[in-house]
């Protein structure tokens, strides 16, 4: 496939380069010259800006990574605040992001609101913000990925935050889909919940291809994300805020017991927002948290040892204990327990920032050898391969191993951005 007629790509909040990974198709085992992109010629996407930056840190971890493997071309490690509409590609057909995730409330702005676009700071403006300095340059298609509490937040106005991000999305001229996807649930080695979110024009081909389907078919098969995730509709919400939500200029037009109840799926199309709860449909194989594991030379790092074996289980165990807060006031507190070790026959469980270093946590993933039955944490070229990330992908020379596992907990399952990119330029080949 020429160049030029690639699907040109911004990819916003990179990380390590997961949607990069995923929708150029890179393989191969990172920290040799073997890392090179698979059957290069035939991959439809082409990454041509990025941007990623880590607030209040000097040094710019994750732009180490992204620049030693990717190199400098089209990547700025500037705050996407600083990012000048000028700076970006004349032409780009997709932009792709995983925002930061407590980042996209909007509460503390619903007082001082002047309107939709909120103070700087809140991330999801700053995409709102070159979607519309773009103008008819704004790329027709958007994935966007975040937590799935989104859907929720905030917790006394359920559903306003995405509502907001939908309201803005229509303004802007875009149709959405969006699915809560847990990886494990299609065959792949995490489970892994996260919301995604396809944009398309209201004026692109795709939406008068999809015109032709209803909303249920768009989401259950249909539709970007449902041709790559099939699913079975349980429950059906009909029109269901539609009014609620695009008809308020203001955040602080937004009545105070605003109740949206979006479900994991649903979509937007021409102003007509419907929601349904879906459940997976999908019988290939399962992956297993045993199938990633790396059989030898394990350092002596990751083993958990003896005098710490009692913390990790305390960690791991259920509680039930009396806590007191700062200001005196006490309240009994209690949690299930954790599976310790790991189960190793199922998809291993969500990997989160903190999961590296050696210090006993309830979240760490903690494993028992079969060879020598001594249990240990997960090292990173198996956290790698949890997010379907190449061996050693984040191994550079004074990178800890702590922070390996932080870029993993930020980012994203590479398997389901290659059956997004398949799914959209599968479409896009027919339009
Ligand atoms: C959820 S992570 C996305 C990870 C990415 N998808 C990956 O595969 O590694 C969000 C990223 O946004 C970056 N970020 C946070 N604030 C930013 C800002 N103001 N400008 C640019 N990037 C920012 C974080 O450093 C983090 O890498």
Redesign the pocket.
């Given at each position: 496939m020429k160049t030029s007629s690639k699907l040109k790509v911004i990819e916003l909040?990179?990380?390590?380069?997961?949607?990069r990974i995923g929708l150029e198709g890179w393989k191969g085992k990172s920290s040799t010259s073997n890392f090179k992109k698979k059957i290069s010629n035939k991959i439809p996407f082409e990454i041509t800006y990025s941007?990623?930056?880590?607030?209040k840190t000097k040094r710019q971890h994750?732009n180490e990574v992204y620049l030693n493997r990717f190199g400098p071309k089209g990547h700025f490690d500037i705050?996407?605040?600083d990012i000048s509409v000028n700076d970006l590609p004349i032409k780009c057909d997709l932009m792709v992001g995983?925002?930061?995730?407590q980042d996209y409330s909007v509460a503390s702005t619903l007082r001082n609101s002047k309107g939709l676009i909120g103070p700087k700071g809140i991330?999801w403006w700053q995409i709102e913000r070159l979607l519309s300095q773009l103008k008819s340059k704004a790329p027709k298609y958007l994935i966007l990925?975040n937590v799935d509490r989104l859907l929720k937040s905030p917790a006394k106005q359920r559903g306003r935050d995405f509502a907001m991000m939908l309201r803005s999305l229509d303004n802007l001229g875009y149709n959405v889909e969006w699915r809560v996807i847990n990886a494990g649930e299609y065959g792949f080695p995490q489970r892994r919940r996260r919301i995604f979110i396809f944009g398309f024009k209201k004026s692109s081909a795709l939406s008068k291809y999809l015109s032709k389907y209803t909303k249920q078919d768009i989401v259950e098969s249909k539709g970007i994300i449902g041709k790559a995730f099939p699913s079975s509709t349980i429950l059906k919400k009909e029109k269901l805020i539609s009014e609620k939500i695009l008809l308020p200029k203001y955040l602080n037009e937004i009545s105070t017991d605003f109740d949206a109840n979006f479900l994991n799926a649903g979509v937007m199309i021409n102003s007509t927002i419907e929601t349904y709860k879906v459940s997976p449909k999908y019988d290939g194989p399962f992956s297993r948290l045993s199938d990633i594991l790396q059989d030898d030379d394990i350092d002596e790092e990751f083993y958990i040892s003896k005098s710490d074996e009692s913390k990790w289980k305390d960690h791991k165990g259920a509680k039930k204990i009396t806590r007191i807060t700062k200001g005196g006031y006490e309240y009994n507190f209690s949690e299930g327990s954790m599976r310790y070790p790991d189960d190793l026959d199922k998809s291993s469980r969500t990997i989160i920032t903190s999961e590296g270093g050696a210090t006993p946590s309830r979240f760490k993933h903690v494993i028992e050898c079969k060879m020598n039955k001594k249990k240990r944490r997960l090292t990173p070229i198996e956290l790698e391969r949890l997010n379907m990330f190449p061996d050693d992908f984040t191994k550079l020379n004074d990178i800890t191993n702590t922070k390996r596992a932080f870029?993993m907990g930020?980012?994203?399952v590479i398997g389901i951005v290659e059956k997004l990119g398949n799914s959209l330029s599968s479409y896009i080949s027919k339009l």
């Amino acid at each position: 496939m020429k160049t030029s007629s690639k699907l040109k790509v911004i990819e916003l909040f990179a990380g390590v380069g997961g949607f990069r990974i995923g929708l150029e198709g890179w393989k191969g085992k990172s920290s040799t010259s073997n890392f090179k992109k698979k059957i290069s010629n035939k991959i439809p996407f082409e990454i041509t800006y990025s941007n990623q930056w880590e607030p209040k840190t000097k040094r710019q971890h994750a732009n180490e990574v992204y620049l030693n493997r990717f190199g400098p071309k089209g990547h700025f490690d500037i705050s996407i605040d600083d990012i000048s509409v000028n700076d970006l590609p004349i032409k780009c057909d997709l932009m792709v992001g995983g925002f930061p995730c407590q980042d996209y409330s909007v509460a503390s702005t619903l007082r001082n609101s002047k309107g939709l676009i909120g103070p700087k700071g809140i991330l999801w403006w700053q995409i709102e913000r070159l979607l519309s300095q773009l103008k008819s340059k704004a790329p027709k298609y958007l994935i966007l990925e975040n937590v799935d509490r989104l859907l929720k937040s905030p917790a006394k106005q359920r559903g306003r935050d995405f509502a907001m991000m939908l309201r803005s999305l229509d303004n802007l001229g875009y149709n959405v889909e969006w699915r809560v996807i847990n990886a494990g649930e299609y065959g792949f080695p995490q489970r892994r919940r996260r919301i995604f979110i396809f944009g398309f024009k209201k004026s692109s081909a795709l939406s008068k291809y999809l015109s032709k389907y209803t909303k249920q078919d768009i989401v259950e098969s249909k539709g970007i994300i449902g041709k790559a995730f099939p699913s079975s509709t349980i429950l059906k919400k009909e029109k269901l805020i539609s009014e609620k939500i695009l008809l308020p200029k203001y955040l602080n037009e937004i009545s105070t017991d605003f109740d949206a109840n979006f479900l994991n799926a649903g979509v937007m199309i021409n102003s007509t927002i419907e929601t349904y709860k879906v459940s997976p449909k999908y019988d290939g194989p399962f992956s297993r948290l045993s199938d990633i594991l790396q059989d030898d030379d394990i350092d002596e790092e990751f083993y958990i040892s003896k005098s710490d074996e009692s913390k990790w289980k305390d960690h791991k165990g259920a509680k039930k204990i009396t806590r007191i807060t700062k200001g005196g006031y006490e309240y009994n507190f209690s949690e299930g327990s954790m599976r310790y070790p790991d189960d190793l026959d199922k998809s291993s469980r969500t990997i989160i920032t903190s999961e590296g270093g050696a210090t006993p946590s309830r979240f760490k993933h903690v494993i028992e050898c079969k060879m020598n039955k001594k249990k240990r944490r997960l090292t990173p070229i198996e956290l790698e391969r949890l997010n379907m990330f190449p061996d050693d992908f984040t191994k550079l020379n004074d990178i800890t191993n702590t922070k390996r596992a932080f870029f993993m907990g930020n980012a994203l399952v590479i398997g389901i951005v290659e059956k997004l990119g398949n799914s959209l330029s599968s479409y896009i080949s027919k339009l």
